[in-house]
């Protein structure tokens, strides 16, 4: 496992790299929402902007001196105008096309994005010439309302609601030959299913029943229904994917969740996902009409919580080791448990040593995106690294890994953390190699 971190403007990094270079794109970049005043959500896409315009360019949109006018520097501001976010969006394209260029055919590409701009970025990257491949829904029950809330008559009302979820934009390099075929020439194309699957669980999934019928919803059929070696081939092939579920875990959902109350609540029963529908008490569902198979209030008593959301793939948010490990932190805590971002921004942290970065991913989440989108042995790339949650995961999953960084400040928190992820990596191989060479010596 090695790691390559370059400290500046990722654009200039990714052009020195080679085409067809890295098997996996996984980041987290601006969201140009100006988050917390922070430059690299605000001020460096302006500059970034008016570096733009000091080319000369013959395009619609020059100004009086040939250069762009300069509404990208409008990219990131809290208000969200049509401007802005038609910059933001031409900044993403810009890193994005760069990402398409390393990106080997076939190649993955893993984005994550603020609700409110999410449509801007995954513009920008279908733009840059990706293919858009699904959205992965990052589901947490911390968030914290920013609102603003009326006084008066209308109190009570306000502006936002509680957020609750991260977008995670999934895309593509395109290929030209199959799947299989692009997989064993460049090992990229294909989702590591099996490296991903949920915790299984031990409930049965389904499948044909004991009349040796397929098994379907009532009054639903088709021809080959009425075939019974037909039905035998579909049931045996049910029952495989069954039990291969049953053992090894579910298939991975385009949903994570960070296993608080208020998600597991919201996922009652982890066999049926809505509960038992033929209960004593329970009004009958109205056919054909969408919202009404809510529960009463009493079901809520039944909600087993260390079930709920077992279909889904769990990660904690980030916990304090996470964010320090490897930075020599002390005992005491920068910030009290559960406090606002303002106070974790504001806070000493370079005092205790600690990872004053406002926005840390949790290491075990980016590990499981890096596995379901990088080969074995692959090389990863994060143009956005941060305090380097990813390059950290990448060193936990085995594999290379490059970074980009403006903040010389959070280079070197990431470098520390991703060099203590490798050697504590690399002492655990070591470990197990002295095993099973004691083991070997004594013929077991």
Known sequence: MTYTLHLGDCIQAMRAMPDNSVDSVVTDPPY?????????????????????????????????????????????????????????????LEWATECLRVLKPGGHLLSFAAARTYHHMA?????????????????????????????????????????AHEPICMARKPFACTVAANVALHGTGALNIDACRVTPTGERLGGGDESGKASKPEGWARPWMDDPDHVAKHNAKVTANVDKATHLGRWPANLIHDGSPAVRLAFPDAVGQQGDLKETGRARPSSGRFGDMAAPHAHAARIETDKSAARFFYCAKTSRMDRNEGLGTGE???????????????????????????????????????RLVTPPGGTALDPFMGSGSTGKAAMREGFQFIGCELDPEYLAIAKTRIEHEQTKVAAARESVAATESQLSLFGS
């Open 32 to 92: 140009g929402i100006r988050f917390m005043g922070k430059s690299w959500d605000g001020a460096d896409i302006e500059a970034r902007a008016s570096y733009r315009a000091s080319m000369p360019s013959h395009a619609a949109a020059c100004g009086p001196n040939g250069g762009h006018r300069s509404v990208a520097a409008e990219a990131g501001k809290y208000d969200l105008t049509p401007a802005g976010m038609l910059a933001f969006q031409a900044f993403t």
């Open 123 to 163: 513009v920008g990257i279908e733009m840059a010439g990706f293919e858009i491949r699904d959205q992965i829904m990052w589901v947490f029950g911390s968030g914290f309302p920013k609102s603003h809330n009326l006084k008066g008559e209308r109190e009570g009302w306000g502006t936002a609601l509680k957020p």
């Open 332 to 370: 005491q805590k920068a910030v009290n448990t559960n406090a606002t971002m303002r106070k974790i921004e504001d806070a000493d942290w370079p005092a205790r040593n600690g990872n004053h970065h406002p926005t840390v991913k949790p290491t075990d989440l980016m590990a499981y995106l890096l």
